[in-house]
């Protein structure tokens, strides 16, 4: 008997083909139990380069490395089985040229598995969703608000509120959609620019900060459940898991503290000879 999962992954195709249908739904995910829990509800996850800020309290994901993106990958395929799971591409890692992307894109996919990849940039990037598309990497494009630019951008905030910014965004939507995209996240965009984009651009677009017309919709997991300090407008809290977590806790130290745990329950008694 084949030992292989009898589950299907979703795949990039999968992804693209939701085009115009049924909105496709996303978090991300950056560890084994969080991608276990999600992926029964989502479509595909995305291993972010958030983890920087998320997991590890970095002020920008300008240091994140590729090497702390394939550690999460692992983890993160190693918690899921039907999910599409989406690596991004850290900074400094594929912006060079497209061969310096084909390398890390490869590199990423041989060592965790993942389906596809994600980078940041539109127009300026084409040629490299071209080059990479060609040679058998899926990859999802990253609009709008760019955090890896976060140096040059000068602050986080939202993009394409005046028609100058708004035109430039669509052009970038529309490059890389040309270029073989097969999804594009746009990011902190004027609602009425996301509707457009994705009435006019061929790739499924996901929002974060878009409008509810996008193909689908992304959030940061930590952010959604409430375990995050300070989020953004475009995050709503679905739960607030960040007082539970405390109040556990606090219970658990008081009864260290009395020596009331662990009780018999939890030891092991010895042998019966
Ligand atoms: O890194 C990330 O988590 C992302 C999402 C916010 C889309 O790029």
Redesign the pocket.
């Known amino acids: 008997m084949s030992v292989q999962s009898v589950v299907r992954r979703l795949t990039a195709p999968d992804i693209r083909a939701r085009k115009g249908g049924e909105p496709i739904v996303s978090l991300?995910a950056y560890h084994a139990h969080t991608a276990r829990l999600i992926d029964p509800h989502v479509d595909f996850m995305?291993v972010?380069?958030?983890?920087g800020n998320v997991m590890h309290g970095l002020e920008t994901?300008i240091p994140v490395t590729v090497e702390m993106m394939i550690l999460q990958g692992q983890a993160v395929m190693r918690g899921s089985r039907r999910a599409l799971v989406v690596v991004?591409l850290p900074f400094g890692s594929y912006e060079g040229s497209p061969q310096q992307a084909f390398a890390t894109a490869a590199r990423v996919l041989k060592e965790t598995g993942a389906g596809a990849i994600?980078l940041?940039g539109g127009s300026r990037m084409a040629e490299t969703v071209r080059f990479l598309a060609d040679r058998g990497v899926p990859v999802m494009g990253?609009i709008g608000l760019t955090?890896q630019s976060i140096n040059t951008l000068g602050s986080f905030r939202a993009l394409g509120r005046d028609e100058a910014s708004a035109a430039i965004i669509l052009e970038d939507a529309r490059a890389i959609s040309d270029a073989g995209a097969f999804a594009i996240?746009i990011?902190a965009v004027s609602e009425p620019l996301a509707r457009q984009i994705t009435q006019e651009v061929a790739a499924p677009t996901?929002g974060?900060g878009g409008s509810s017309a996008c193909d689908g919709q992304?959030?940061?997991l930590e952010d959604m459940l409430g375990l995050s300090d300070r989020v953004p407008r475009f995050v709503k809290k679905f739960a607030d898991i960040g007082p539970a977590i405390g109040e556990a806790v606090e219970a658990y130290a008081s009864e260290v503290r009395a020596r009331s745990f662990p009780a018999a329950e939890h030891t092991y008694a010895p042998k019966k000879t």
């Open positions: 991300t995305l972010g380069d958030s983890l994901t991004d994600k940041e990253h955090p996240v990011e996901i974060i992304i959030l940061v």
